[in-house]
């Protein structure tokens, strides 16, 4: 418990909040003073001869002023502000502009800071401040239309919303539940099993139990830190670039790892009590052997993990 509440706490430390000093806040897509524009375009890795290829967006400085302001009727009740110091991460989804999203009708900024998205025939999609994000951009309309074509220079700079999109798939919900759960089962019957060993001296009395305890421990750690991982759900999450995100990475590698190594020693140990005709050699010292074992199995994922 205490492991899971210091792995959440870095989790938590990663968090940089935005500052807000008014009722309302919208954050922006790119800094302050930058503008949401078209670089370059790349190429449709589809083999849909349909479809078109993507502009590859970036930030780029602007020198005149950009301003916006919603369309409410109390405008001076409910005091507005534009915040970004750096470009908008989605911390779920993909951060994808409201003028793609198929039969949205209205976008509308709500005065409790809430992005409204209205389509036919269906309930409103309502985004809170940390999920979408306010863009100027000189870029086209569409970019699957002809009028991707056009040069910036002839498109007028305008304000648009983009939303962090996340498509449903069918039993995703119940799959991000399970998953985690399943894989701290399984890691909870590691654990009673390596106690057994322990406890039970009878157990270790022989190299050969001994490998075993290897491989359940490295089994174990494996599957402690990818259930945090899945926990997390550090593939969509801000945090994947983190200093935290990356620590977890070597960890999982290295016991992942780690864990064939202990298996390719006990197939060496097996191998030499097979050529002895079924007859363990009796080691002059066991505990040397073990050590070697040991420097195998645990220092060549650990060379792997630091130069690899």
């Known amino acids: 418990m205490t492991l899971f509440m210091l792995l959440y706490a870095l989790v938590a430390v990663e968090s940089k909040a935005r500052p807000c000093n008014t009722f309302v806040c919208v954050n922006l897509c790119c800094p302050e003073g930058q503008l949401y524009t ?3 375009t790349v190429e449709s890795t589809s083999f ?6 993507k502009p590859d967006q970036t930030c780029k400085h602007y020198d005149q002023k950009l301003n916006w302001s919603p369309h409410w009727e109390n405008l001076e009740d409910n005091e507005l502000s534009l915040v970004g110091r750096e470009i908008f991460v989605c911390q779920e989804g993909t951060l994808v502009s409201t003028e793609l999203l198929v039969d949205a009708q209205d976008v509308k900024l709500l005065s409790s800071g809430e992005l409204k ?36 220079d002839t498109v007028p700079v305008r304000a648009t919303f983009s939303v962090c999109y996340k498509e449903e798939v069918k039993g995703q919900v119940f799959t991000e539940m399970f998953n985690p759960f399943a894989i701290f089962i399984s890691d909870f019957f590691i654990l009673i099993t390596i106690f057994i060993y ?10 050969f139990s001994n490998l075993t305890i290897g491989i359940l421990l490295n089994a174990f ?15 969509t999450s801000k945090h994947l670039n983190s ?10 590698q290295h016991t992942f790892v ?5 298996m390719s020693a006990k197939a060496i140990h097996i191998t030499r009590n097979l050529s002895n005709y079924f007859q363990e050699e009796k080691s002059s010292n066991p505990r040397k052997t073990l050590l070697l074992y040991v420097f195998y199995a645990q220092g060549c994922p650990l060379v792997i993990t630091i130069f690899g």
Do not use: M
């Open 38 to 40: 078209i670089s370059g």
């Open 117 to 152: 998205i209205a389509y036919p025939n269906v309930q409103a999609s309502l985004y809170n401040s940390r999920d979408f994000c306010l863009a100027f951009t000189n870029g086209p309309d569409h970019f699957h239309s002809e009028e991707f074509e056009l040069k910036q």
């Open 48 to 53: 849909n001869s349909s479809e078109r290829p």
């Open 258 to 262: 780690g864990l064939f190594f202990w």
């Open 198 to 207: 322990f406890f039970l001296h009878g157990l270790r009395t022989n190299l």
């Open 221 to 235: 750690f494996c599957y402690l830190f990818v259930g945090f991982h899945c926990l997390f759900d550090l593939y």
């Open 243 to 252: 200093g935290f995100c990356i620590l977890l990475g070597y960890i999982i």
